[in-house]
């Protein structure tokens, strides 16, 4: 009988989400784990999401009905099952790490495929979220960093060595721009991540006085500026408003790039949907060549969070 | 007996070329028109464009060979065969120009393909030039405004519009950037073209008094700044080492999106390579991911100008 069941792996900074998938993109059981405690060595996490593999599958009762396994990952190689120079997994940042292998050898030659989270994510709304039907679209993941999987002609772009669809790390910000994670200045995702937004919420604060429910929060996160904006904090909102039109305004360049019919945004931070939303089209549409105005849509993901990135993750499995 | 031969049209802002090119890409007999004396009328222009190719084609002595005709132009819509608001043609600025169905109903109902001028040169690259092999570049024509073609998979990115590839109308600088064409500031064009390289000049001598031999030059052109440059002109020589470091940042920004395995320069402006090189190296290195760094080519089209885009345009036609 045929294998009818595939197990996705998304890969994130502070956590990893495994599902086992049925054909039509049910989850049948999932599992968590961290990926951030396990120091800059890379078997060691590779050790721990093996062991939870075993104990997700064995909860689904599919033990011998695994067809592969299908992982998104920052920085995931499609060609070569890597994971390379990702500034946001600490068993990652440095070098190149020879995932699928390594996982693959853990778990009995299991086959696994791997690319980048967004790519994943990207694969996942094509099939059974808001991008379904469509050929030209660009998935943008607004998370810990700000992560990109490009679709043309109904095909994910991997580029000539599996990398391509780095659009977090497009210039925003030209001069004078923040440091990213990177270690370049000005990046897209140094404003405009779930890190960003509190980076802008506590530079303001510090530079001003206005006042603020913000100022009686420790640690402000993007959580805490989105609770304030919900209260009608004034600072809160105009961080979301700032961060909205950067976005747009680099959405106008991708457009230029692809021509896409749809933005798909995904990830903690697209929650802030509604303060992001109108500054994100106007600056979108104000920096968009005639030809393209008012034509490009912005839609936000409807999948659950977690599922969308497991669903993406799992389909690459399907073509194992 | 199957027909052996087709016609490439290059639609510039000044000057049309025409070609009649074989199965080998050799080039048979080719003419020239003038672009912008017709007024914003398109049917004038089409007209005289139509009667060259009438003469052209006859020259070649194959009039009863010619199995179709393939155009590049500014804006020029492959899904659509119309050229719609192209800045630098006058009588395709201010609307939309059904142009390939207007050329071939004057020529007796020959098939006419229509694609972006640079989408056209990219593909002559890819079949004839340094492309040759290459299944992900980006096709970079400097000339009077900054065209693209970008190639994925082997093949060209039309979008889901046909307008894909305006990487000229990306933002190479954000703040206070210089109005371009288009009605948008900023853009590479602004600064990156013939009449960017010309108005850096022209900015420059007004603001300063450094002694140029720009100095003694009416109405400066790029060919003028590469001509005093060559003589050694330190002002002219400072404007290609500007106009390199936008191009390499703006192509970092490139390379983020779709991993080329190179850049391909063409256009009057690449002419000026011994000065521009080493910039542009430079500053796209300085920008790029460190996955990237000194892994992405940048080549100049080794093909004649006029019939890079020729041969490119007449590629279309096989496809007819």
């Known amino acids: ?21 049925d054909a039509r993109g049910d989850v049948l059981a999932q599992s968590v784990i961290r990926s951030d405690i396990y120091g800059e060595d890379a078997s060691a996490y590779v050790d721990a999401l093996a062991a939870a ?21 920052p920085n995931g ?4 099952g890597t994971i390379a120079f990702a500034p946001n997994l600490v068993w990652a940042a440095k070098g190149t790490v020879d995932f699928a292998k390594m996982l693959s050898a853990r778990l009995e030659g299991m086959p696994v495929s791997l690319t980048n989270d967004a ?25 810990t960093g700000v992560g990109s999987g490009i679709v043309i002609n109904g095909q994910v772009v991997y580029g000539f060595d599996g990398f391509a669809g780095e659009l977090g790390h497009t210039n925003a910000v030209r001069y004078n721009g923040r440091a ?3 270690g370049r200045t000005g990046c897209l995702e140094a404003y405009c991540s779930a890190m960003g937004v509190a980076r802008t919420a506590r530079e ?18 993007s959580k805490d500026v989105y609770d304030a904006a919900k209260q009608g904090d004034a600072l809160a909102i105009r961080v979301f408003q700032y961060t909205g039109r950067i976005l747009g305004r680099s ?5 230029a790039f692809s021509a896409p ?3 798909v945004l995904f990830g903690g931070l697209a929650r802030a949907k509604e303060f992001l939303y109108q500054p994100m089209v106007e600056a979108m549409d104000e920096n968009l060549l005639k030809i393209w105005k008012g034509k490009i849509k912005i839609v936000f993901s409807q999948l659950k969070e977690s599922d969308a990135a497991i669903l993406g993750a799992s389909a690459l499995a399907w073509e194992l």
């Open 1 to 21: 009988m045929e294998k009818q069941y595939v197990v996705g792996i998304d890969v994130g900074g502070q956590t990893t989400k495994i599902g086992v998938v």
């Open 53 to 73: 593999v075993k104990a997700v599958v064995a909860d689904s009762g599919k033990t011998e009905e695994i067809r592969g396994i299908g992982v998104g990952a």
């Open 77 to 80: 190689n499609y060609y070569t």
């Open 119 to 143: 790519n994943a994510a990207a694969v996942g709304e094509m099939t059974y979220g808001v991008a379904r039907g469509m050929k030209n679209f660009i998935m943008i993941t607004l998370g």
């Open 180 to 182: 990213c994670g990177c």
């Open 204 to 221: 303001w604060l510090e530079s001003g006085t206005e006042p603020s429910l913000l100022r009686d929060v420790e640690n402000i996160t």
């Open 251 to 255: 959405f106008a360049d991708f457009v």
């Open 261 to 263: 019919e749809a933005i």
